[in-house]
């Protein structure tokens, strides 16, 4: 079946550090891909996706490239803010053109992360 | 604006009561979700729903029900047969599976606590 793996923190930097937080797949065929954000009593917002192999997703800053030959989607941000603290998600979608099944994302477990000033 | 609402926000309930959780959606999307959050877990699926008056067990079912009679509405009720269901409840809406736009947009949460 599905799964994903990412790294759980919490993940503590000063503020204007470099981000990468990784996160790695198992699937059939040709997934979809997805970074959420979850801010603290909140639900999860969609930050960036990317379909298809080498592409790269970016939003406010934030990157990640799909990388099928080490199936990957690391999460990156060149300067990061205090805003920036909260839970970050992997997530995946099988696509049915793959045998995949409808039954919606496949989540990773979550990384807290916290920016210091 | 378009959007998927959730209420209430939070909702306590007593041993050997049921609790029905209401999420509801105006994107015009087919398939709807509910996820249970618990710390260190992150989500994990309760019950899922292609199309209306049709929907299927995720993989944490038992003590939960649903019904699917709208397009826009995907309820959900917390029986007294789950055992520990104080959780963070998350309903979640997308396209129909294969429509091409496979990503989920999520309501805000229902905390549901046991007292």
């Known amino acids: 079946g599905n799964s994903v793996t990412q790294m759980e923190g919490p993940v503590t930097l000063s503020e204007e550090a470099f981000l990468t937080i990784n996160c790695t797949y198992t699937?059939?065929?040709?997934?979809?891909l997805f970074w959420y954000v979850q801010y603290p009593g909140e639900g999860l917002q969609l930050l960036l996706k990317a379909t298809k192999a080498d592409d790269k997703g970016s939003n406010k800053g934030f990157e990640a490239t799909y990388r099928k030959e080490t199936t990957s989607f690391h999460l990156e941000k060149g300067s990061v803010q205090v805003s920036d603290s909260a839970v970050y998600f992997c997530?995946?979608?099988?696509?049915?053109?793959?045998?995949?099944?409808?039954?919606?994302?496949?989540f990773g477990k979550g990384t807290h992360l916290i920016i210091q000033p | 604006d378009g959007g998927i609402t959730q209420s209430p926000k939070y909702l306590f309930r007593k041993e050997g009561q049921n609790v029905t959780l209401s999420c509801e959606q105006n994107l015009n999307h087919d398939a709807m979700y509910w996820y249970r959050q618990d710390p260190g877990q992150g989500l994990r699926l309760i019950y899922y729903?292609?199309?209306?008056?049709d929907f299927q067990k995720g993989d944490i079912a038992e003590g939960y029900s649903v019904s699917r009679e709208k397009k826009e509405s995907f309820p959900l009720t917390v029986t007294s047969a789950q055992k520990n269901p104080t959780a963070f409840y998350l309903c979640a809406s997308s396209m129909a599976w294969g429509g091409g736009q496979p990503e989920a947009f999520f309501g805000q949460g229902t905390r549901l606590t046991v007292v």
């Open positions: 729903s292609q199309i209306v008056n």
């Open positions: 997530a995946l979608s099988s696509s049915m053109y793959s045998g995949g099944g409808a039954d919606g994302l496949t």
């Open positions: 699937a059939t065929g040709y997934p979809s």
